[in-house]
């Protein structure tokens, strides 16, 4: 009979940024087997500096309706990206 190894999830929050690792209960001790960090600028809330940035790209290209509070961070980094190509290629006429 092989005696089963003991591993553990945790998950650990620090601001925005989430820790994932297993912690393995082998003949050696307690260890971490993996390290995985997810972190939060995916899914969560735009930040503050790119909510400023999106507001003012979005007036300057007289697309307010692209601006809205709400947005994840991911979205907002689209939307920053597409104004800025949209008032470059503006400016290059």
């Known amino acids: 009979m092989v005696a089963s190894k003991r591993v553990d999830l945790y998950h650990e929050r620090k601001g925005n ?3 994932s690792y297993k912690l393995d209960h082998g003949e050696k ?3 971490k087997v993996s390290y995985d960090r997810l972190p939060d600028r995916i899914t969560g809330p735009m930040t503050t500096s790119q909510a400023n940035t999106l507001r003012d790209l979005a007036v300057e290209a007289y697309q307010e309706k692209l601006f809205q509070p709400d947005l994840s961070r ?3 980094a689209k939307r920053i990206d597409l104004l800025k190509r949209e008032i470059e ?3 290059s006429f």
Request: glycine share 8%.
């Open 17 to 19: 940024i989430i820790t």
């Open 29 to 31: 001790g307690v260890r």
């Open 74 to 76: 991911a979205e907002a």
């Open 89 to 91: 290629l503006a400016n």
